[in-house]
Nanobody, 121 residues
């Protein structure tokens, strides 16, 4: 049974930092893209960042320069380091895994339940 479990969310002041983790289990994901998406209240889920099997990284323009995605294949884990957080970063953050998925949400087959990130002023 494949599972993706996120952790690390919480409440942080604007300008602060958080590090999200997502542990995948059930099979190896070493050849998959792994990514983070987020969904704010009343808004559609949107792409945040992705990392390929060869460690190429991709970011949404809104987080470029502030967020860093990384992965540890041995631990089947993907991370999202979030710095200089803004109020508009408040959302539920979901990790996802998929083969050759890139930025395309529909290409991701496996999803976690999400972790809440709330940025306060």
């Amino acid at each position: 049974q494949v599972q993706l479990v996120e952790s690390g969310g919480g409440l942080v002041q604007a300008g602060g930092s958080l590090r999200l983790s997502c542990v995948a289990s059930g099979r190896t994901f070493s050849t998959d893209y792994m990514a983070w998406f987020r969904q704010a209240p009343g808004k559609e889920r949107e792409f945040v960042a992705a990392i390929s099997w060869s460690f190429s990284t991709y970011y949404a323009d809104s987080v470029k320069g502030r967020f860093t995605i990384s992965r540890d294949k041995a631990k089947n884990t993907v991370y999202l380091q979030m710095n200089s957080l803004k109020l508009e970063d408040t959302a539920v953050y979901h990790c996802a895994a998929g083969v050759n998925a890139g930025r395309w949400m529909s290409a991701y087959n496996y999803w976690g339940q999400g972790t809440q990130v709330t940025v306060s002023s």
